[in-house]
Nanobody, 115 residues
């Protein structure tokens, strides 16, 4: 059973930065891709950023130029560096692993950006 654990969320002022980390119970290299999603209250869960096993990345238009997704092989994590945060970035952020047969989700971590 794959387990994903997110960390790094918190409260930050607008313009600030946070780094989220997603730790997997298995090797992150074993997944086809990994991604970060977010869900604000009353809204659907949307893709923020994803990275494939080959290193290709994809970002939502709303975070391009501000967020960076990357893999930390030493820690076996997939991190999301978030800069220039805006109040509209406030949401619960979830890590997702795209497996060969199944996809897996973490429990989420809250990010709150105050104006």
């Amino acid at each position: 059973q794959v387990q994903l654990v997110e960390s790094g969320g918190g409260l930050v002022q607008a313009g600030g930065s946070l780094r989220l980390s997603c730790a997997a119970s298995g090797s992150i290299g074993s997944f086809n891709a990994m991604g970060w999603y977010r869900q604000a209250p009353g809204k659907q869960r949307d893709l923020v950023a994803a990275i494939t096993s080959g290193g290709s990345t994809n970002y939502a238009d709303s975070v391009k130029g501000r967020f960076t997704i990357f893999r930390d092989g030493a820690k076996n994590t997939v991190d999301l560096q978030m800069n220039s945060l805006k109040p509209e970035d406030t949401a619960v952020y979830y890590c997702k692993a795209y497996g060969l047969r199944f996809d897996y989700w973490g429990q989420g971590t809250q990010v709150t950006v105050s104006s």
